[in-house]
């Protein structure tokens, strides 16, 4: 089981976070860039700690690629990640974006689905030669508007695009309206296991799940089924509180060792 937890990629905490996680024999990170602005966060000596680690980077909110202003953000987000942040290792970089919202006066899903391989296609030419793999991560939905749910991405990795990835969040299916018994997330590369607070309605498309340990989690046999087909893809837990981040990792040790010792 490849348990990886999430960071903050900002130089005042990292540190600290990346010597808890070799306390408690994390190999894998999530780094957060969340502000967008990514000269503030380049640092050699983040650079160095990092090499020991596998490390995604989750950039949840830099773009929407159904805006057009999106390809030049692109080129930028693809030079700064080349420069500062390809592992050593020499394996593509992966990194989980949201995909934003799709508006449009006759929005649907088979619309949102084309408008989405037509954005990626406009990217095909940059993001071959990169060594990055995106990784687009379903939605918790809006009310007023259409974003890729979990069928959507697994219909937009069946197309196989080679840069692309597809990322799986637990709370979001529930959150977006998805029937979590019926959804198909073999495809995923990357899963954010985020339980499911007690008020996160199906449907209500609340994205909040930084608080909530696995074991209270709502749906708790759907939790587990992810667990069981992750085999060695990264089950990123997407918790702050190093409390809960151990509690989750007490709770996926039992469930190895339950799996090991039926
Ligand atoms: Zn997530």
């Known amino acids: 089981m490849n348990v990886g937890i999430t960071i903050n990629g900002d130089p005042k905490y990292i540190f600290d976070d990346l010597e808890f996680c070799r306390q408690n024999g994390i190999k894998t990170v999530q780094l957060i860039l969340g502000n967008g602005n990514p000269s503030l966060l380049f640092n050699d000596q983040m650079y160095g700690e990092l090499q020991e680690f596998e490390y995604i980077f989750h950039t949840p909110f830099w773009f929407s690629f159904f805006s057009l202003k999106m390809k030049p953000k692109m080129k930028n987000y693809l030079l700064f990640l080349e420069k500062c942040w390809l592992p050593e290792n020499g394996k593509p970089l992966k990194c989980v974006s949201h995909v934003g919202a799709y508006k449009h006066k006759m929005a649907n899903v088979t619309r949102m689905r084309f408008a989405l391989v037509s954005a990626l296609s406009t990217f095909n ?135 090991k010792n039926p």
């Open 125 to 259: 030419p940059m993001m071959t030669s990169s060594n990055i793999e995106l990784c687009l991560e379903n939605t918790a939905g809006s009310m007023s508007s259409f974003s890729p749910e979990t069928s959507d991405l697994d219909w937009i990795s069946q197309k196989r695009i080679p840069w692309l990835g597809f990322c799986f969040d637990t709370e979001h299916a529930y959150a977006a309206g998805e029937d979590v018994n019926r959804l198909n997330y073999w495809n995923a590369d990357i899963i954010h296991l985020n339980g499911i607070p007690p008020y996160v309605l199906r449907g209500g498309h609340l994205d909040r799940h930084s608080w909530t340990p696995l074991r209270k989690s709502k749906e708790v046999k759907f939790i587990n089924k992810v667990i069981e087909y992750a085999e060695d893809k990264p089950l990123v837990l997407e918790r702050y509180d190093h409390d809960v981040v151990l509690d989750d990792i007490e709770f996926l040790k039992n469930k190895c060792r339950i799996s």
